[in-house]
């Protein structure tokens, strides 16, 4: 969808944030699944903590069993099991995957302690996305799930920070792009809808 006719050509890499890290990879047109179907697990790819957490904060774990995974920061669980301490208004009691959500009115509302959660967020992304430039390569970075959901200023100065903290090299910098998955945070539903026929 995002380069049409051409898309056969091109490569991208997407983070999906939601109650985990969801994320795909495609090749020259291609999704790349790899041996076992694991390929784009991004949630679970190990990135560097040092000068992304508080010097108070605890190395983050993930449900999956991991420490410092990008999901353990990067996500709604993520948020509610490791970040949540760090906003100075609780949350209350809110259901399953809530706190997460409303963590993010908040953020959209310009609470301080919010956007700094959301600002370890979007470190967290962009090291993951450095971590891609360096074994992938590709023309554009996509940004899906609920932080995208968001009113446009909080959504932009989101998809900015994930690119301040991806470092590309200067050849890297001239093609890449970063983008919004096209259909936001419903791209899963047409693209897993082939498997289910």
Not at 146 to 153: L, R
């Amino acid at each position: 969808m995002h380069f049409g006719s051409a898309g056969s050509a091109h490569t991208s890499i997407a983070a999906i944030v939601g109650t985990g890290l969801g994320g795909g990879v495609i090749e020259a047109g291609l999704v790349v699944k790899g041996a076992s179907g694991m390929a784009g697990e991004l949630g679970h790819v190990h990135i560097p903590m040092a000068g992304l957490l508080a010097d108070d904060q605890p190395i983050p774990r993930c449900n999956c069993g991991f420490v410092g995974d990008a999901e353990s920061v990067a996500s709604l669980t993520g948020i509610e099991n490791n970040l949540l301490p760090l906003l100075a208004h609780p949350v209350p009691d809110p259901p399953p995957d809530e706190a997460g959500r409303q963590v993010r009115a908040y953020g959209e509302a310009g609470d301080e302690m919010a956007l700094r959660i959301f600002e370890q967020q979007a470190m967290a992304l962009g090291r993951l996305f450095t971590i891609a430039a360096n074994y992938t390569d590709p023309n554009v970075y996509f940004l899906g799930g609920g932080v995208v959901e968001s009113t446009p200023a909080f959504r932009d100065s989101f998809r900015g920070k994930v690119r301040e903290h991806t470092v590309l090299r200067d050849e890297q910098t001239r093609l890449a792009s970063f983008a919004v998955v096209p259909d936001l945070d419903m791209a899963g539903a047409p693209g897993a809808l082939p498997w289910r026929l």
